[in-house]
């Protein structure tokens, strides 16, 4: 077929699917107060994705493009802050018993949806029962582990019990995965037609081209300023950058500062954001090769962040430690060798028996990101220094998906998605018990020790230090090597006003823009 | 069988019904090969978060539970009672999927094959009308540049030109169908069919020149000359005509590819074609989209062949007699 015949060319996606997991922490933001609107009332504002989001029931999104066109469609119990703290959204912060197990929330008066019917506990205690239930396979399924019942004693008013405490629980309200839907409207109708109490609400969705929203001008938090916002699917970069500079798209966000850089011209202008989300080198301590922590500790003293950063990321990012919560970001120098030491790392290599190194099979993704396999070839160059022989694996983004939950690989480079809450982060990667200890290959009782009394600590200053004694641990072990937090950048018309600048590349204080 | 099957025109049928056989058998099983399925394609590295009960729903929903033979089967059949199956993303029927893919496809194809017939024959007339003389190499040359240079790269370097210095590009417009709008469908198709039709005209030039050379020294043209026919008469009737046998088969066999979907091209351009479809298809692991689409595409290749040979028989008289 014509595809064989021509050259290959595998588009990127522009963001990875990996980093939804960053923006599934962040919701809306800043309530209360009118958007700006020094605009066009009446405009519309085109917004660019790189791909159809694949789903369109909140729980399931998983997506970034699906997050991005939902989060301004439906709303979640509470919103982040700017910073990606949790605040006020559709209920206040809840108020939380003595013994950290019963949450109670007291929603908004008078939040209507799009079909006009009341927004009340009934439609929360029904949404939340829907994640937990099996068949719905809702992705926000494990916020809710340690749930064990909702009530709905008013229709203002949601108690939550817990089984224990659990102090991450409230972040993972947030998120467009745990979006309120009407209870009134059979989840199936979803798919195809969303119901929420957003900024926006759907109108129409041309597959693999477009979807339309229209303003919900009783937006509990104030009036959107675009009329209308589409979401317009054009799958090449460079067609984006195109669209772009003409003007015929108003935004779009990248992770590649090149083609961030190519679309900036006087018609517009680009905003670089940080990310929750991290690019790490997942060693798996279970693997005959890295059971050493001195094997491990010798590839952390080996390798320079800032050269990784500088060289695959084309220096779009920071040096990172493991967390990446706003309220609890790991010191990223506090780590055995916080920038680039051979001699030390040839110490650690004798101290592990192997002074002329070993060899390291490296898995990394195509597709998935757009620096996988850069990173992999630095670290390649980097640890060929002190003998550490890599052979670097470059896989199709389902490939490495597939081996890298089956746990079928010595180190892997990722883009792992972060969280404002740190337990989110990491419990499930380094407890036993964890949904992905296998895949993470590290676990600890001293770990398993400290993530239980972090859970169990709800007041976020006692938090602190006990996070602080986590992130520790793992760089002390080399767990894995943390590499760092990406840039990416928001590119948008001069037209555009009154877009707010966040820490994150979340779009769900969209509504507060306008087109001229 | 019997006479039936001897006839060549039910023998043709009877081939392609095979071919199509195999092509659907073999992109069923090359789905199933390749690492992953629909469920780490939705929920890439979250699906390790997901519970037994909730992976049970996950493959029950996407059909993916059931044996393979029951699979193929059960989508075979759907396909010969005209049901397709369904995007589990759009929530659109493959059928109305196709019916609004294929049209574009069709009309970019139709346009890349009249761009690259109106470069390659003139071009290759000139180039064998002084053999290995300076016209002859410059479309020699050109046409090598041509067919080396990526479909991709051309695309991109074009069209960035043209942001850069007119800021023209109708392809960041939502796209419009030549129904909807004509003259803007016109506009986003200008390009992609100008790549496609560029990258198609240097087979189309190298055939009409090698069969134009081999045409000219055949005695009927030799005759032709002798009894006083020349210029425009000898060159169209006599030479042309007879030359354009084997470019009638190279176009039928490159306007095939188009219906393919030119998958790169549209990808680049935003057109939504079948290609694309495929394409999102298989990012996707949607089982029934890729495996109806490429059948269809199977179809229109086996068609458009069936043409060829019907066009042959229009072309060139002595086929007929056969």
């Keep these: ?321 493991p967390i990446t919560s706003p309220e609890f970001r790991s010191d990223p120098e506090a780590q055995p060798c916080p920038e680039q030491d051979l001699d030390k790392a040839k110490d650690y290599l004798a101290k592990a028996g192997k002074p002329d190194g070993f060899t390291l099979n490296l898995m990394t993704s195509q597709g998935l990101y757009s620096t996988a396999v850069d990173e992999a070839q630095n670290i390649q160059a980097q640890l060929g220094k002190v003998g550490i022989k890599v052979n670097v694996e470059a896989l199709d983004s389902n490939a490495y998906v597939e081996r890298w939950l089956a746990a079928d690989f010595d180190a892997a480079i990722a883009m792992n998605g972060g969280s404002s809450d740190p337990n989110t982060m990491y419990s499930r990667y380094f407890t036993k018990a964890g949904s992905f200890n296998k895949v993470a290959g590290y676990s600890s009782p001293e770990l398993d020790k400290l993530f239980a009394d972090g859970i169990a600590t709800t007041d976020t200053a006692a938090r602190k230090p006990i996070y602080e004694e986590i992130s520790q641990h793992l760089v002390d072990q080399a767990a894995w090597v943390w590499l760092f937090t990406p840039e990416m950048y928001v590119v948008a018309n001069k037209s555009v006003e009154g877009l707010e600048e966040r820490a994150d590349a979340s779009i769900a204080t969209l509504w507060k823009a306008s087109v001229s | 069988m019997g006479a039936f099957g001897r006839h060549p025109v039910a023998r043709r049928f009877g081939e392609a019904a095979v071919t199509l056989v195999g092509v659907s058998i073999l992109t069923f099983v090359l789905l199933r090969v390749v690492p992953g399925d629909q469920i780490t394609a939705a929920y890439g590295t979250a699906a390790g978060d997901l519970s037994p009960e909730q992976l049970q729903a996950l493959e029950a929903y996407y059909g993916v539970n059931e044996p393979l033979l029951s699979q193929y089967l059960g989508w075979l059949g759907g396909v010969l009672t005209g049901n397709l199956g369904v995007s589990a993303t759009s929530h659109l029927s493959v059928l109305s999927m196709t019916a609004q893919s294929l049209p574009n496809t069709v009309e970019l194809a139709v346009l890349a094959i009249m761009i690259g017939l109106a470069l390659g024959i003139p071009g290759g007339m000139l180039a064998a009308s002084r053999p290995g003389r300076a016209r002859d190499q410059i479309s020699q040359v050109t046409s090598l540049v041509a067919l080396s240079v990526p479909s991709f790269l051309l695309a991109a370097v074009v069209s960035s030109w043209l942001v850069n210095t007119v800021g023209w590009y109708p392809n960041g417009e939502g796209y419009r169908t030549l129904s909807e709008d004509p003259g803007l469908n016109l506009q986003q198709m200008l390009l992609p069919a100008l790549v496609l039709g560029i990258s198609i005209a240097p087979p189309i030039l190298q055939t009409t020149r090698a069969a134009i050379l081999t045409v000219r020294s055949e005695d009927y043209v030799r005759t032709a000359r002798a009894k006083g026919v020349s210029g425009r008469r000898l060159q169209v009737r006599h030479i042309l005509r007879n030359a354009l046998i084997p470019v009638v088969t190279m176009s039928g066999l490159q306007f095939g590819f188009l219906l393919g979907g030119a998958l790169v091209v549209e990808q680049i351009f935003a057109i939504p074609g079948i290609g694309r479809q495929v394409l999102l298809g298989l990012e996707q692991k949607e089982y029934a989209v890729v495996q109806s689409t490429v059948l269809v595409i199977a179809v229109m290749f086996v068609l458009v062949n069936l043409l060829t040979d019907v066009l042959y028989r229009l072309v060139d008289p002595r086929v007929r007699v056969q």
């Excluded at chain 1, 405490?165 to 998120?175: I, K, N, Y």
């Excluded at chain 1, 195809?192 to 693999?208: A, C, E, H, I, L």
């Design chain 1, 1 to 321: 077929m014509s595809t064989q015949r021509r050259h290959g060319h595998r588009t990127r996606a522009t963001l990875a699917t990996a980093l939804a997991g960053g923006l599934l922490a962040t919701g809306l933001a800043g309530c209360g107060s009118d958007g700006e609107q020094t605009g066009d009332a009446n405009g519309t504002l085109v917004f660019g994705i790189s791909a159809d989001p694949a789903q369109m029931v909140p729980w399931t999104a998983t997506s970034t493009q699906s997050i991005q066109v939902l989060s301004q469609i439906y709303s979640p119990l509470l919103n982040t802050d700017a910073e990606g703290v949790p605040e006020a959204g559709l209920a206040e912060l809840p108020e939380i018993s003595e013994d950290g197990k019963t949450y109670t929330f007291t929603l908004r008066e008078g939040v209507t949806f799009g079909d006009g019917s009341d927004l009340d506990s009934a439609d929360v205690k029904h949404t939340y029962e829907k994640i937990i239930d099996p068949a719905s396979s809702a992705s926000s399924a494990s916020y809710f582990a340690n749930v064990a019942g909702i009530e709905a004693p008013d229709p203002r008013t949601v108690v939550v019990t817990l089984k224990q405490p659990d102090a991450s629980f409230v972040s993972g309200l947030t998120g467009v995965n745990t979006a309120i839907v009407p209870s009134d409207v059979d989840a199936k109708s979803l798919e195809t037609k969303p119901v929420g109490s957003g900024p926006y609400q759907f109108k129409s969705r041309t597959p693999n081209e477009s979807i339309t929203l229209t303003r919900n001008a009783d937006y509990y938090a104030g009036e959107p300023g675009a009329a209308t916002v589409e979401f317009r699917v054009i799958p090449d970069e460079q067609s984006m950058v195109s669209s772009l500079k003409t003007g015929s798209v108003h935004m779009a966000i990248f992770d590649n500062p090149v083609t961030a850089k190519t679309a900036t011209s006087g018609q517009t202008e680009s905003m670089t954001v940080d990310s929750l989300s991290y690019h790490v080198l997942q060693l798996r301590a279970t693997s005959p090769t890295l059971k050493d922590p001195n094997a491990r500790l010798a590839i952390q003293c080996a390798i320079s962040r800032q050269d990784v950063i500088d060289s695959a990321a084309l220096g779009a990012g920071k040096p990172s430690g």
